[in-house]
């Protein structure tokens, strides 16, 4: 499955962030999953790793739950260690 990295630049505080990861997976599609986020509290600012047969599937749950997002990036996931991109 496509995985794609969301930057979201939002003063969410870590309880605010632990309640929409509660609350999201009720409101995603079967086929795009939340997988990780990296937050950088003191910047407001949260990398998240998600999964979606496409970048317009992202969005969409974005703009249908109103949770603001900068930017979504399609990527690779490169093993370092192996020297070689992960399906």
Partial sequence: ???FIVIHSMPYNEEQIMAT????????????SWN???CAF????????????????VER???STQVPYDAVYPVR??????AEFRE
Wanted: aromatic residues 12%.
């Fill in 1 to 3: 499955m496509p995985r």
């Fill in 77 to 82: 996931l490169l093993d370092v260690n192996k």
């Fill in 42 to 57: 003191d910047d407001s600012r949260f990398f998240c790793e998600w999964e979606a047969p496409n970048k317009d599937a």
């Fill in 61 to 63: 749950v974005f703009k």
């Fill in 21 to 32: 990861a509660k609350n999201m997976p009720n409101q995603l599609p079967s086929d795009v």
């Fill in 36 to 38: 990780l986020s990296y």
